[in-house]
């Protein structure tokens, strides 16, 4: 099964695809939201709107398209649009600012950059005078184009940058695929799930392991243009959600809204990405949803997961327990040395797989494979730039320390 929106289209043309849940009032109260569906089919067909817009703008194989934007149906439809094309589809954080928006676009060197106009004032500070918004992108005209699904395996159809801006990593056809089976396997994420996108879409646990994994599996998204718990719990309870997947505050934060019981009335798993207080486990434990935590980078979307219900580990440890490999995923770690410890140990972690990104995307004019952090950077952003590994020798070197425990689950050091 691959990848393809098109194909998905013609197996469930009626089914809903996306849940735009966000306010069309600037200041509307709190907890509402507007329902506007998209079906398969219906997103297909933007898509394909896109694409032809995309193509008359001279965007084909091999090019890059940058999008900045908060969560809209249109970053999905990008997607999908370059993915047909052959181009490549690279999301810029607004989060970053003005002084860290052309990090990624140093390396990234793209033909067009797509932005929503709320943006205007960090799309100012990009350095590149080819930009449209999503707006006029939608007023192009289309021109004629062959489209072929199969196309994307010859390229990589996604590019995501790191919190700071670098380093930037790519994506092909496969490991995108191989990250969504990954939902199904580990998580048991199907057809029938309602599941809230808690994350930004610039982010590798936000678009491939919650987003793209929806989609694969024929699922229902719920989008908001920006999170806010008041109003993921009230579309949660008026869309029957399932499937819980986020970080840690955004967790927290909707099992502290006024809604939260009518929230996971149907709701039947969690899955959490960081340390998850025990007082918040069980907000969730006492309406009888389990909760699974799990591990993931900017180049491994999802590496290692708890099984749901299984033991959170040690006594002492508890917050530390991220859980074991998924499927298909190697884990090892090694020592100073760089030798690779067994059983029972503490060392640094690597990865490898299929779902490990095919590296980072590099300038044209270097060969540095780790696409090198400038050396100005200060506070969070240097920690984020000291936290970020490297590909050696067909492994992923997260630079991160666990420890390994006698069960075979790894805990964050």
Same mark, same amino acid.
């Given at each position: ?185 580990? +998580? ?104 699974a935590r799990a591990y993931g980078r900017l180049e491994c979307p999802t590496a290692l997961s708890q099984r749901f219900g299984a033991d959170r580990g040690e006594s002492d440890s508890t917050a530390s327990v991220v859980g074991r ?69 067909? +492994? ?18």
């Open positions: 099964m691959t990848l393809s929106l098109a194909r998905r289209a013609e197996h469930f043309p009626d089914r809903t695809a996306v849940v735009d849940i966000s306010e069309d009032r600037l200041y509307a109260p709190a907890e509402t939201i507007d329902e506007d569906r998209i079906t398969y089919d219906g997103l297909s067909t933007v898509a394909t709107r896109t694409a032809a817009r995309l193509s008359s703008r001279g965007i084909g194989p091999g090019d890059t398209v940058c999008l900045v934007t908060r969560n809209r149906v249109a970053s999905l439809a990008l997607f999908f649009a370059c993915r047909r094309l052959g181009a490549t589809l690279a999301p810029i954080s607004h989060l970053l600012t003005p002084a860290s928006v052309d990090r990624p676009f140093d390396v990234l060197e793209p033909e067009l950059v797509v932005a929503e106009a709320a943006q205007r004032d960090l799309v100012r500070s990009i350095p590149f005078d080819r930009a449209v918004t999503i707006e006029e992108l939608t007023e192009t005209e289309r021109a004629p184009v062959a489209f072929d699904d199969d196309r994307a395996r010859t390229h990589s159809p996604l590019a995501l940058h790191g919190v700071s801006g670098r380093p930037v990593a790519r994506y092909s056809a496969d490991t995108l695929e191989r990250n969504c089976v990954t939902g199904i396997v580990a +998580w048991g994420l199907a057809a029938n799930d309602v599941v809230p996108l808690t994350l930004p879409l610039a982010t590798a646990d936000g678009f491939v392991r919650v987003a793209l994994s929806v989609l694969f599996v024929g699922g229902t998204l719920l989008l908001d243009r920006a999170f806010d718990p008041g109003d993921a719990a009230t579309a949660m309870a008026e869309a029957d959600a399932t499937f819980l997947p986020g970080r840690e505050p955004a967790i927290r934060d909707i099992a502290n809204a006024s809604g939260f019981e009518n929230a996971v009335d149907s709701l039947e798993r969690v899955v959490c990405e960081g340390p998850v207080a025990d007082d918040v486990v069980a907000a969730y434990h006492d309406c009888g949803v389990t909760v490999p998924v499927p298909d995923c190697r884990a090892r770690l090694i020592d100073g040395e760089d030798s690779v410890l067994e059983d029972a140990a503490t060392g640094r972690l690597q990865l490898a797989g299929p779902m490990v990104a095919d590296g980072y995307v590099t300038p044209s004019s270097t060969g540095d494979e780790q696409g090198g952090e400038p050396a100005d950077l200060e506070g969070s952003e240097r920690e984020a730039a000291e936290d970020r590994g490297r590909f050696t020798d067909g +492994w992923f070197d997260t630079g991160q320390r666990f420890r390994r425990d006698e069960g075979g689950n790894y805990h964050l050091r």
